[in-house]
Structures are given as C-alpha cells and as structure tokens.
Nanobody
Framework: VQLVESGGGLVQPGGSPRLSCAASGFIFDDYAIAWFRQVPGKEREGISCIRSTDGKTYDAPSMKGRFTISRDNAKNTVYLQMNSLTPEDTAVYYC???????????WGQGTQVTVSS
C-alpha cells in the first residue's frame, strides 16, 4: 500500500499550488481520501475529505473556502487545489485513505509546503 504526495515546495504568498496524492496497493474506489496538514509542535489538522461512494466533499471551515479537493478514480489520484496561500499555510501536507467502515487507514509520507517571499 502506498500513498505518495507531491506538488509541495516553496510557494510565493498568494500562490495556488496543486498537491497530488497517488495511491496504489488497495482498491482506491472503496476509500475516502482526506488531506491533513501539520506544523511542528502542533496537532495534525484536517483540511478536506472526499467520499468514495458519491464523491461528496467536506471542507474544514478554518480553510475559509480556499482549498478544493477532487479525485480521479481512473488515475487513483486525489488532488488538493490550494489558493491564496499565506505563510500560515506553511506545513507538511498529508493524504489519508480510509475505508468506508473506518477499519483500514493509510497515510502518505507528506509533502512540505513553504509559503514565503
């Protein structure tokens, strides 16, 4: 089982990068996928999730509508479009896959996003 995040790096304030989470080793269509982020010394924070059954999404209110999650089941990939980034968005971004029963849960290794001029 693998979840591989990509698309992070150094971003200018106001930038709009798109993160990708490529999955392999499990039945992707059966799993909800979520994005989290974590700053050193702080708890991991949920950003968005997308269901497997109907593609419905949930976005954390704290993100103020700036982030959009989407999935391409044909490519076993989930995306996180991020807009209007500020230095406060600097964090390691992780994707998580969880089956519908909440029994199996997998994490990627994370991708660092640094927002700085």
């Amino acid at each position: 089982v693998q979840l591989v995040e990509s698309g992070g790096g150094l971003v200018q304030p106001g930038g709009s990068p798109r993160l990708s989470c490529a999955a392999s080793g499990f039945i992707f269509d059966d799993y909800a996928i979520a994005w989290f982020r974590q700053v050193p010394g702080k708890e991991r924070e949920g950003i968005s999730c997308i269901r497997s059954t109907d593609g419905k999404t949930y976005d954390a209110p704290s993100m103020k509508g700036r982030f959009t999650i989407s999935r391409d089941n044909a490519k076993n990939t989930v995306y996180l479009q991020m807009n209007s980034l500020t230095p406060e968005d600097t964090a390691v971004y992780y994707c998580n896959a969880e089956d519908v029963l909440g029994i199996r849960s997998y994490w990627g290794q994370g991708t660092q996003v640094t927002v700085s001029s």
